[in-house]
């Protein structure tokens, strides 16, 4: 019952504290650290260095000794001058989250976080809660880029959390530090599993799901522009382009082979991750190709298409479907 008492106050006392830090340090794009949002406290060095002050102090007094009292003195005013640097250091340093690539579970995410203060900060380090720490040995006035690591994410939407920015400068007898919520998320595609079966569904049987979909040369779509190569018909010269002085250029025509291909989700699966992620593997495998595919899921459809615009579409449909257990929230 102890025990249990003991974790309903922790939790309580959690709670209350990431309320007031919503409240005192709202989520930004970008934030400036000031008085405000960085708090300082003595580290383990610095209590050590304050029992000696004490000590010293208690000694010199008891002995009468002025020289003991005076380095006593002396090294709490040292103390106190690292107080004020390591304010300093954080103060004025402006941290600003950028857009990050696409990833898979499994895989690290990497954050992108900016970093820039107007005065010279060294040592500054950053994590978020249970994940690495990053160290940037010196931040000026022209942005730096620091990639903080998020370890074993999840399919589907990451947000982790608050970032801790820490600095001990100049001695390590104080820890400056904020926790700073910069609207991180991260969308988080399904692990790729390689799928021993073919693709489920073809529109056509007989159909080869090696070659379906594929685009070859055809009167459908339009492809591109290309060098004219005597004997090509005249009625596909690009005429505009060669009235704007680019030589003489022929068009190019696509069309799919086959019946495009549609991927679907056998919601009975003892196992939708491991089924998801073998749909993931086969969109990879498909766009690889350049095959055209679409994709049916729990009574949503992506109409056929090819390109990495359609396997994004689908990898985004894939990692966002509902799980049957809910997760943790990164803190």
């Not at 102090?57 to 390591?86: D, R």
């Not at 003892?270 to 498909?286: F, K, N, P, Y």
């Amino acid at each position: 019952m102890q025990k249990h008492g003991d974790k309903l106050t922790r939790q309580t006392l959690t709670v209350g504290w990431n309320k007031w830090l919503s409240r005192r340090l709202p989520a930004s794009k970008q934030v400036t650290l000031s008085h405000k949002s960085i708090f300082i406290l003595p580290s383990g060095f610095g209590l050590a260095w304050l029992v000696l002050v004490v000590l010293l102090f208690l000694l010199g007094t008891n002995y009468q000794n002025n020289l003991i009292m005076a380095l006593s003195l002396l090294l709490l005013s040292v103390f106190n001058t690292c107080i004020i640097y390591s304010y300093k250091n954080l103060s004025g340093l402006t941290l600003t989250s950028k857009q990050q690539s696409s990833y898979f579970a499994g895989s690290p995410i990497y954050y992108p976080i900016q970093l820039s203060s107007k005065q010279q900060a060294v040592e500054i380090q950053c994590q978020f809660k249970g994940q690495p720490l990053h160290t940037l040995k010196t931040v000026t006035a022209q942005a730096s880029q620091l990639l903080v690591t998020v370890n074993n994410p999840h399919r589907g939407v990451n947000r982790p959390g608050r970032l801790k920015v820490e600095s001990r400068y100049p001695l390590g007898l104080c820890r400056a530090w904020s926790q700073v919520d910069l609207d991180l998320s991260q969308l988080v595609f399904a692990k790729p599993i390689n799928d021993p079966n073919p693709v489920r569904f073809i529109s056509k049987p007989g159909d080869d799901p090696q070659t379906s979909g594929k685009y070859v040369t055809g009167v459908d779509e339009f492809k591109g522009l290309k060098e004219y190569q005597t004997g090509e018909p005249l009625k596909q010269i690009a005429w505009k382009q060669w009235a704007q002085g680019r030589g003489m250029l022929t068009k190019e025509f696509e069309q799919p082979q086959g019946a495009p291909m549609w991927l679907t989700l056998d919601e009975n699966s003892h196992d939708i991750e491991l089924a998801l992620s073998h749909l993931a593997w086969q969109t990879e495998q498909l766009t690889a190709h350049n095959q055209v595919f679409g994709l049916t899921l729990s009574g949503h459809s992506i109409p056929p298409n090819h390109g990495q615009k359609h396997r994004m579409q689908v990898q985004t449909q894939l990692a966002l479907f509902p799980r049957k257990t809910p997760l943790k929230a990164h803190q």
